[in-house]
Each structure stands twice: as C-alpha cells, then as structure tokens.
C-alpha cells in the first residue's frame, strides 16, 4: 500500500489546499527527529493507543493564576463571573468530575466569562471522540457560532482540505482517519476579536478536561491562542512550529490557522511540512500499537 504522503488519491485534496504535487513526495521530519517527538512508550514498542501518561513528565499549560488573571466564578454556569477562590475551586471540581457529554452541557450554559452571555451557541466539538488526532483551534466565528460547530465556513472547508491531503476525515467513523476538533474558546468573541486573558482562563479548564478524556496520541494546535495554551509558551507560531514539545506525554504539532492561510496563501508550504509531521506521528503510533 502506498505511504498516505505518497498516495495519489490525495493529488486532489493538495490541489484543492493550494500545494502542488512536489509535495507530496516529502516527508517533514527525519527518523531521528521524529523518535525525540515521540513519547518514550513509543520509543520502546509498548505505545499503546489512549495509553495514560505519568504524570511527572506532563508539561501543563499556566494556570490562570500564572498568567496573572483573576479567578472567576465558575461552578456557576448561569451567573455572571465571580472572584470566589472557593467557588473557582467548586468549577474546578466539577469540570474535572464530567464526561463529555457532561462538558458539553455544561458549555452550552457557562457564563463564566462575559463571552456567555453574548454567544448564540457554545461550540464545543465536531468528530470522533475515539481519533488519535485531537486539533485545537482558537475561538468560534460567526458562522460557527450559529451552527454550533468549529471550523465551517472557508476556513473550515480549508482545514477539510489539509487533512484529507493526509488521508484524515473529521466525518470518518474509523478512528484511524478520524479526527476530533476543539476551541480553546468555546464562544464567539465578538467581532472576531482575540480572546482576552481572563476569557481563556476560564475556559481553559475545560479545554484540559476535553483532552484528558479525550486522551489523543497526537495534538495539533492551529494558531497562536491554541499553540501558546498547549505549549505554555508566548512564543509565536512561526517560532512554535516544527519545534519539539508535549502537551503532558502527548506530542504537540503547531501551525498556523487555516483562516490565516486563507490570507497568507504563500505559508502553506509550511503548513504541509506540519501536516506531514502529524501523520508520520500517527504512523508511528499505529506501527507501535498493539495488534
Ligand atoms: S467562553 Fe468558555 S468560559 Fe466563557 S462562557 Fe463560554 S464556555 Fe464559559
């Protein structure tokens, strides 16, 4: 069978995101560099898909209280935010008792940050909960705001694009094509702003519980809000990207947002290397999985 990044079924989904057919026979990372990517599980044949993670090697994104934003109140789903330590705790707690189905609901009635209460429709997810590959975005637009979905629109029909041009179908019900996608921000900033510190505090808690359940074998953050939330870092995409990180023992691969691609066309070359990182970490993965 054909390498994915070899395959000529994809000519079109490339043709489609903009690359030409030159790239399609590259591969972006090098087999050395892509064992440092790899969890060390991997390395010794005993990856196991989902597999947990020690602990200790986690690298956790700052808490709100290290980047210097207030608590607010979050058990409180239906109340304007508050400065209660105790009651961020009580948010907290809940948030890390519900499943997913639990957190959607409790995303689609949060006003614990001043974007509830604007919102038509909390976004919190689109695909298969079982993928290996969890994409991370930035915060709703308009059109998702109304659908209640992440990445419609140009950009997402963009990102369609790029993961089919690495065999990847967010409506695939294989695990193994399949693709889950979530925001850091669950609701609309209004006019498209960027989100604000304390908005990406309060909602990052659930973001962290998303993956946790979630347990993805490989994280792909799109744009600055998402890389700089999973990789703890103020770095920009252009320094983020093709650079070695985790978020706690999952491998973290930045690039940019599709809707920044639709402006800056001419990054897309980048933006393949990256993808080409995804799947030879996929492949990685699934070649050390258990049969
Ligand atoms: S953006 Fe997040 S924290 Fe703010 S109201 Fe929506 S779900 Fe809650």
Same mark, same amino acid.
Request: aromatic share 8%; no cysteine; charged share 10%.
């Given at each position: 069978m054909a390498h994915p990044l070899r395959d000529p079924s994809r000519l079109a989904a490339l043709r489609v995101?903009? =690359?030409?057919? +030159?790239?399609?026979?590259?591969?972006? =990372?090098?087999?050395?560099?892509? %064992?440092a990517l790899l969890p060390a599980a991997a390395q010794t044949g005993s990856f196991a898909p989902h597999a947990p993670s020690p602990p200790a090697r986690w690298v956790a994104p700052a808490s709100a209280a290290a980047r210097g934003v207030a608590p607010a109140d979050a058990a409180a789903t239906d109340a304007a935010p508050a400065t209660s330590p105790r009651a961020q705790g009580s948010r907290l707690q809940q948030i890390d008792s519900l499943d997913l189905d639990g957190l959607r609901a409790l995303s689609e009635q949060c006003r614990a940050c001043k974007l509830g209460a604007q919102r038509h429709r909390a976004v919190f997810s689109a695909g298969n909960k079982e993928a290996s590959l969890m994409i991370v975005g930035e915060a709703p637009g308009a059109d998702e705001d109304r659908m209640g979905e992440p990445f419609v629109g140009a950009a997402g029909r963009l990102l369609d694009n790029m993961l089919r041009a690495i065999g990847l179908d967010r409506n695939a019900a294989d695990p193994a094509r399949s693709v889950y996608i979530a925001n850091v921000i669950k609701c609309r900033p209004p006019g498209n702003r960027n989100p604000e510190p304390d908005e990406v505090a309060q909602c990052d808690p659930i973001l962290q519980r998303q +993956?946790? !359940?979630?347990?993805?074998?490989?994280? !792909?953050?799109?744009?600055?809000?998402?890389?700089?939330? !999973? %990789?703890?870092?103020t770095e920009p995409v252009g320094r983020l990207r093709q650079q070695r990180m985790r978020y706690r023992d999952v491998p973290v691969i930045v690039t940019y947002h599709p809707a920044y691609l639709l402006r800056t066309p001419m990054d897309k070359a980048k933006a393949w290397l990256d993808l080409c990182a995804v799947r030879d970490l996929l492949d990685a993965g699934a070649a050390d999985s258990p049969a």
């Open positions: 995101f903009g =690359l030409p057919q +030159i790239f399609v026979l590259r591969s972006a =990372l090098g087999a050395g560099e892509l %064992t +993956i946790a !359940l979630l347990r993805p074998r490989v994280l !792909l953050a799109l744009g600055r809000f998402a890389a700089q939330a !999973l %990789t703890n870092s």
